[in-house]
Each structure stands twice: as C-alpha cells, then as structure tokens.
C-alpha cells in the first residue's frame, strides 16, 4: 500500500481570496491616508501664512505699510503650495497660500488666505 504525501501550501483559490482582502483594505485605507496627508500639508500652510502675518505685523510696526514677502525675507513657495501678498496698502495686506502639485487634489482647500483682519478664508479650512 502506497501513502501519499500532501504537499503544505496555497491553492490558487486561497491565494485569490487573500488578494481580494488586501485589495478590499486597500480601497478603504487608502483613501482615508490621502486625506490625512492633505490635512497635514494644510496645516503646514496655515503655519506659514501666520508665520509671515506675524511677520507683516512686525515689518509694519517699524515702516509705515505692509511688506512683500521677498522684503519679509520669506520664500515664496515650499513643496506643496505658492505664497503670495496682494492688496498691499498702508493698512491692508492679503496673504494667500495656493495649492501646487499632489495637494492640488485638496480641492476645498487648494486656495487659503488671511488678511491684516486676521479674516481667514475659507474659514472651513481654519478650522
């Protein structure tokens, strides 16, 4: 009488049902980590717009109106958004941050502002 000898391993079925399960925990993970990260380097920005508020109220406390952001010695962009100063007055600036490249994706948030009102705008991203 001959005995055979069953081989330890995966079927093709199994290995297909555990592909299944990653892929259904991936769909459901990696939507929620993409919007973590845009969160992230939202918070970021709205770091640096007040960083660079503080820094006009300073600028202008020693000249009689409101810096450029070359003149506050700040960069104009970092990796996920641009910088810029409009409305640049004796008594009024507005300190916008617009999303660039992965964080274009952000779209509720892609454009934030701030102004010398400390008026945050869209005020559902400030929050």
Not at 5 to 25: D, P, W, Y
Not at 51 to 76: C, D, H, P, V, W
Request: with cysteine.
């Amino acid at each position: 009488m001959q005995v055979e000898k069953k081989l330890g391993g995966m079927t093709l079925i199994e290995l297909m049902i555990v592909i299944a399960i990653i892929g259904i925990i991936a769909a459901i993970a990696y939507p929620n980590f993409v919007s973590y990260v845009q969160q992230g380097r939202r918070a970021d920005a709205m770091a640096e717009l007040m960083k660079l508020q503080m820094a006009q109220e300073e600028y202008r406390l020693r000249n009689a109106n409101y810096a450029t952001i070359a003149e506050l010695g700040f960069t104009s962009s970092s990796e996920f958004y641009n910088f810029s100063v409009s409305n640049i007055a004796a008594e009024t600036y507005t300190l916008t941050a617009t999303a660039k490249g992965a964080q274009v994706a952000d779209t509720d948030c892609a454009t934030m502002s701030i102004n010398q009102n400390d008026q945050k705008t869209p005020a559902a991203c400030w929050q």
